[in-house]
């Protein structure tokens, strides 16, 4: 069994940063690809940024020159930089890897709030 573990939320200011970790328990390079998603309250789950291990990286519009997405396959992990957060950032936050002939794997989701 193939498991996501995620940490790195947080409360934080506007224009402040984190970063999120999504560790797996095997070999990124197990997967087709992964990536992060994020569900505000009472909002569809959307789509934030994806890294292909060939290392190309794709964003949402709205976080586009404010969030990175990275890996560091060593440590069979993910991050996520989010830089100049702003409030409509808050959301669960939730690691995604896709995987061969399978089901998507998800982790247990982070929370990010980013409130004065």
């Known amino acids: 069994q193939v498991q996501l573990v995620e940490s790195g939320g947080g409360l934080v200011q506007p224009g402040g940063s984190l970063r999120l970790s999504c560790a797996a328990s095997r070999s990124i390079f197990s997967f087709n690809g992964m990536g992060w998603f994020r569900q505000a309250p009472g909002k569809q789950r959307e789509l934030v940024a994806t890294i292909a291990f060939g290392g190309n990286t794709d964003y949402k519009d709205s976080v586009k020159g404010r969030f990175t997405i990275s890996s560091d396959n060593a440590k069979n992990t993910v991050y996520l930089q989010m830089n100049s957060l702003k409030p409509e950032d808050t959301a669960v936050y939730y690691c995604?890897?896709?995987?061969?002939?399978?089901?998507?794997?998800w982790g247990q989701g982070t929370q990010v709030t980013v409130s004065s």
């Open positions: 995604n890897a896709r995987r061969f002939n399978d089901n998507d794997l």
